[in-house]
Structure formats: C-alpha cells, structure tokens
C-alpha cells in the first residue's frame, strides 16, 4: 500500500515573479531554507525535507480571491513558540500584512501557537507551533 510521508513541495503561481522572488527570499532565508534551484522565471527553495517553488503566473491569469475553490492556506511548521514569535516581529520589520498576530489557539489542540500573514498575491501563509503535535511523537520536543 502506497503511504505518504510527507509533502515534498508545494508550487505557488504569483503576478509579479520578481515582486513575489524578493518577498520569498527573504522569508524562506529566515525560515532557514537556501535557493536552490534558479531557472529563469520558476526559483526553488530547499530547507532538506521541503522545497517551496514560485512561477510566475500566466498571463491574463485572474488574481487569487481568498474563499474561491482551491488553495486556502500554506502553513510552516516551526520548532518552538518562540519561534512563532520571532516570525511576527520579522514580518513586521518587512512590512508585510499580518491577518492574525502571533497567539495561541486552544481550539485548534493543545500548545497551538500561530501567526497568519499574506504572501503579495494575498495568499495566506501561517507559521506555527503544535505542543499536542509533539506530544503524540509527531516531531521532536521544543529546544530549550
């Protein structure tokens, strides 16, 4: 039986390629991915178990409209609240948008630590802590 252990890559189509570049570059060096792959108009990222690739969009290709049919929302797993934390104050000195500061979400399950912001399309992103994720042997424990 074929079983999936993780997602190796997820490929996002932005409006303006060197716009979106610069706001990935940044946020993904953060993250503690590299650039890996440069192929003109497509640039892929690597952190050793996932790669994020951005494209640019065809022309004439309509805008994403958050609600609409399709992605919703790209979510990085991070390694402490802490970490969480640090996400928001780097997305406030880049100036991006943030839909929700970093908080706790006790509904979502037990230690869930999140901040949402918008990639320039307005695709919404999230970084994140899960204690309850850790707790199950799902990653390793918070560094201290």
């Given at each position: 039986?074929?079983?999936?252990?993780?997602?190796?890559?997820?490929?996002?189509?932005?409006?303006?390629?060197?716009?979106?570049?610069?706001?990935?570059?940044?946020?993904?060096?953060?993250?503690?991915?590299?650039?890996?792959?440069?192929?003109?108009?497509?640039?892929?990222?690597?952190?050793?178990?996932?790669?994020?690739?951005?494209?640019?969009?065809?022309?004439?290709?309509?805008?994403?409209?958050?609600?609409?049919?399709?992605?919703?929302?790209?979510?990085?797993?991070?390694?402490?609240?802490?970490?969480?934390?640090?996400?928001?104050?780097?997305?406030?000195?880049e100036g991006v948008k943030i839909v929700d500061p970093p908080?706790?979400?006790?509904?979502?399950?037990?230690?869930?630590?999140?901040?949402?912001?918008?990639?320039?399309?307005?695709?919404?992103?999230?970084?994140?802590?899960?204690?309850?994720?850790?707790?199950?042997?799902?990653?390793?424990?918070?560094?201290?």
């Amino acid at each position: 039986m074929a079983r999936v252990v993780g997602i190796d890559h997820i490929v996002l189509r932005v409006s303006d390629f060197e716009v979106s570049r610069r706001f990935y570059d940044r946020l993904l060096s953060f993250l503690g991915f590299v650039e890996e792959w440069d192929l003109g108009r497509t640039v892929g990222w690597n952190n050793g178990v996932t790669m994020v690739w951005v494209v640019e969009a065809d022309a004439g290709a309509k805008p994403h409209h958050t609600g609409d049919i399709g992605f919703h929302h790209y979510a990085f797993e991070l390694d402490s609240n802490a970490a969480v934390d640090e996400l928001g104050d780097f997305l406030k000195r880049e100036g991006v948008k943030i839909v929700d500061p970093p908080a706790d979400y006790p509904s979502y399950g037990e230690g869930y630590r999140a901040v949402f912001f918008l990639d320039p399309d307005g695709l919404k992103l999230e970084g994140m802590y899960f204690l309850e994720k850790v707790k199950r042997g799902g990653r390793p424990p918070e560094p201290k």
